[in-house]
Structure formats: C-alpha cells, structure tokens
C-alpha cells in the first residue's frame, strides 16, 4: 500500500485530506510539524509521497524539504496558500516535485499524487549496454549511465533527485534537439500536471549545478532564448 505523508498544522485540513486520501486507497501518516514530519520519513517504513504546507509552527516547510530530501527521493507536493513566483520557486529549489496553491480541489491534488507515482524511479529501466553516455569528455569525464541510474565526474557520483534523473533522461534521449518546456513537461511529469511551465525552468537550473563546471556559462545545457533548452555533448 502507497504510504504517504500530510504534514500540515490545519488539523481541519489534514483530517479532511487524510479521510479523501485513505479513501484512495492509501496509507496516510499526519504530521503536524516539520519535526515530526522528519522522524516520519526517517521511519524504516518511510513514504511514498508526502503533501507539505510551507507554513508551520517553528521550523517551515521549505527547511523541511531541503532536510527531507537527502534522505527519501520519494515526490514531494508542496500544498499552500503562499502563490507567489518566489515561494515556488524557492520549494522547487529546495526539492519539491510540485506545488498546489490553497484554496485547491481535492481532485486536483488526487490527480498530482497520481501523475508524480505513476513515473518511473531511478533505475527502474533495465541496464542496456547504451546505457552509458558520455556528456562532457573534459571535465571527470562526466558519464550519465542510466541503467546504473547514476550520474558520474570521473569516479565520483552526482546526486539526481528522480525528476532530475527523468529529465536529464529526457535530455540525453534527445541530444542535440531543442526541447520545448511544454515538450519536457509532457515527457518528464506526463499528463496530470496542471502548473506553471515555469517549473521546467526551476528543474533546469538545478540540473545545471550538477552538469556544468560553471553554470552562470552553460556548455551543456543551453538555453535556445524563445524556443526551450538543448544538450551539447562536449567532446
């Protein structure tokens, strides 16, 4: 049973999600602070998903994330009434899958748990020797093996969170080929998702961190102004 976790301090609302939620079919753990919401996701049982509210009592859901997200690479959709493009961006920063603005439709938070389970986890293709793809000879080298799901600069490894590994997937599957936002969003979060295209840009950024030796500079993952982003393999 898909195990997830509310961490919200409305006991009214996460009550009310936890009732919906386990009419679903799925096993809901309530928290309602960060701190508590930690130890859950430490638990040997851990979680499949997790609904965070960003604001809580002491400390608040974007640390709760970034501390979160080391230790599970299960989706996290952020659910709060805080809209603006600073707060989503910072919880996408942070580690967040997704984010719902309050007030929201219980189906639309359905349709998010859903869409973020039904994509594939890290490893879950089988090993093919292609698997191994070269993205920068100059630098480690810096390897993407997908089979082994593990970004590598020489021998040592890069952390991908699960959309990372999807979308740098995505990426190398279409080396060379400008892929629009609405394109990456269709192939990395597949249908059911229902935000801002901007969250490509979020994603992108992060995934740069991990591939360029200076990504105010881009080399690799370029940005095609008007149109979406490329990868250059550099050799």
Do not use: C
């Amino acid at each position: 049973m898909t195990r997830l976790l509310v961490l919200e301090d409305d006991a009214g609302l996460r009550a009310s999600l936890r009732m919906v939620l386990e009419d679903e079919g799925y096993q809901v753990v309530e928290a309602a602070d960060a701190e508590s919401g930690l130890e859950v996701v430490a638990d040997p049982e851990g979680v499949d998903v997790m609904l965070v509210d960003l604001m809580l009592h002491g400390m608040d859901g974007f640390s709760f994330i970034q501390r979160a997200r080391p230790q599970t690479e299960a989706p996290i959709v952020v659910v709060s009434a805080r809209d603006g493009v600073e707060d989503i961006v910072a919880a996408l920063e942070a580690g967040a899958d997704d984010y719902v603005t309050k007030p929201f439709l219980v189906d639309e938070v359905k349709a998010r748990i859903k869409a973020l389970l039904r994509r594939p986890s890290m490893g879950a293709s089988q090993p093919r020797e292609a698997d191994a793809f070269v993205l920068d000879a100059r630098n480690g080298p810096l390897v993407f093996d997908r089979g082994a799901a593990a970004l590598k600069r020489g021998e040592d490894e890069v952390h991908l969170t699960n959309t990372e590994f999807r979308l740098l997937s995505v990426l190398v599957d279409h080396a060379g080929l400008v892929l629009s936002r609405s394109s990456l969003l269709e192939h990395v979060w597949e249908q059911g998702f229902f935000g801002d295209e901007r969250i490509v840009d979020v994603h992108v950024r992060r995934l740069r961190k991990k591939l360029e030796t200076d990504p105010g500079s881009p080399v690799l993952l370029v940005t095609v102004r008007g149109l979406g982003y490329r990868l250059d393999v550099v050799r």
